[in-house]
Structure formats: structure tokens, C-alpha cells
T-cell receptor
Framework: GESVGLHLPTLSVQEGDNSIINCAYS??????FIWYKQESGKGPQFIID?????DKRQGQRVTVLLNKTVKHLSLQIAATQPGDSAVYFC?????????????FGQGTILTVHP | GAVVSQHPSWVICKSGTSVKIECRSL??????MFWYRQFPKQSLMLMAT?????????EQGVEKDKFLINHASLTLSTLTVTSAHPEDSSFYIC????????????FGPGTRLTVL
């Protein structure tokens, strides 16, 4: 699992490699998950989302996998590019009366080397 | 579409003063806006949920008298940090929802607050 701390996990890859960023969530009631990309000094940018009735969803160069059994979410980025360098956050929504409220994960710093 | 702006993008103020940050949905009406705070190298922490025409709902540990939120219209919410202190220095980010579901939330570019 992840906890809030001062040192974000980091992932360094070479340009062209595939990247996998992982996220553990704690609320078994969460039914909607989103991956965001945040560049330095900017707000989060939506990448891809997935609902709890799915275990995989694909976008352009990105794939999100959801394993509800172990409460794990991953983001796969194909052919990673230097422009993909940023902090990546997963976020979850518990649904119900909490609809709209997002709980963010710790974040992972992705650095892509040319 | 679905653009959210914040103003100012950065602000420096003296300790004890109040600072107002605006969050606007530029091309849609937002019944709900959220305010987050982000410290360096940390994640976003939800501060409060703001619904148009009603009082904001604050998360546990967030002082409502210190962080005043007003959501006077469907396109504008403001966060006022009252009597700011250096520990309030942070990156404040708002988001706005276009509909009922969580999948319609759009984030602003953030406001960097530095309290001297």
C-alpha cells in the first residue's frame, strides 16, 4: 500500500521503453479510478479512467489495469517519450454519497531519458 | 472545452494578511467545485467541496474559518486564506464538475501561495 510521505517513488526509463506505474488503493468501496499526469507547477491532467466493472482499458499509448482482488491499479505507457516525464497520480472515487470526491494516491515520478 | 482557470497563478504575501484565489469554469457550468492543497513532493489533499449556493463541506482537519470558500455562481468559486502564515505556503488547486458523476471533473492550473 501507499502512504503519504515526503519521498515519492521514482521510475526512470529510456526513451522508447514501456513504463509501468503502480498504485495500491485502500477503499474496497471505490468504484471509479483515474490516472492523472502532473507536470511541475501545473494542475493534474486526465490520462485515462476505469470503472470497477472492468479490469482493463486502453487508450492511446496507455493502458490501465485494475485488480480489485488485491486493490491494485497500474498504468502502462507504451513507447515512453521524454514528454511523458512528470508525476503520475492515481485517484479513486468511493461512489455513493461521495460521488465526485477523489482520493489521490502518493504519486510516482517518471523520468524518461533520451 | 471544459477549461478551468485560476487566478492568480502565484502570489506572495506577508504573514497575517488574507489572500483570495479564484477558480472559474470558462466554458461550462460547475455545480460542484473542489479545493485541494499540495505541498512540495506530496500528493493532492482535498480541502473542501463547494456547491453553488450552499456552504462548503470541509474535510477533517481543515479549518473552515481560516479557509473561506464562496461558490456564488455556477462558474466561480473563491478560496480566501485568512491571516496567512508561512505554513500555509502551498500549491492550491481547484477542480470543477460538469455533472453528477466523478468522471466529469476538470482541474485548474493551480495557484502557488508563498507567505513570508
Amino acid at each position: 500500500g501507499e502512504s503519504v510521505g515526503l519521498h515519492l517513488p521514482t521510475l526512470s526509463v529510456q526513451e522508447g521503453d514501456n513504463s509501468i506505474i503502480n498504485c495500491a488503493y485502500s477503499n474496497s468501496a471505490s468504484d471509479y479510478f483515474i490516472w492523472y499526469k502532473q507536470e511541475s507547477g501545473k494542475g493534474p491532467q486526465f490520462i485515462i479512467d476505469i470503472r470497477s466493472n472492468m479490469d482493463k482499458r486502453q487508450g492511446q499509448r496507455v493502458t490501465v489495469l485494475l485488480n480489485k482482488t488485491v486493490k491494485h491499479l497500474s498504468l502502462q505507457i507504451a513507447a515512453t517519450q521524454p514528454g511523458d516525464s512528470a508525476v503520475y497520480f492515481c485517484a479513486e472515487n468511493a461512489g455513493g454519497t461521495s460521488y465526485g470526491k477523489l482520493t489521490f494516491g502518493q504519486g510516482t515520478i517518471l523520468t524518461v531519458h533520451p | 472545452g471544459a477549461v478551468v482557470s485560476q487566478h492568480p497563478s502565484w502570489v506572495i504575501c506577508k504573514s497575517g494578511t488574507s489572500v483570495k484565489i479564484e477558480c472559474r469554469s470558462l466554458d461550462f457550468q460547475a455545480t460542484t467545485m473542489f479545493w485541494y492543497r499540495q505541498f512540495p513532493k506530496q500528493s493532492l489533499m482535498l480541502m473542501a467541496t463547494s456547491n453553488e449556493g450552499s456552504k462548503a463541506t470541509y474535510e477533517q482537519g481543515v479549518e473552515k474559518d481560516k479557509f473561506l470558500i464562496n461558490h456564488a455562481s455556477l462558474t466561480l468559486s473563491t478560496l480566501t486564506v485568512t491571516s496567512a502564515h508561512p505554513e500555509d505556503s502551498s500549491f492550491y488547486i481547484c477542480s470543477a464538475k460538469t455533472g453528477r458523476g466523478p468522471d466529469t471533473q476538470y482541474f485548474g492550473p493551480g495557484t502557488r501561495l508563498t507567505v513570508l
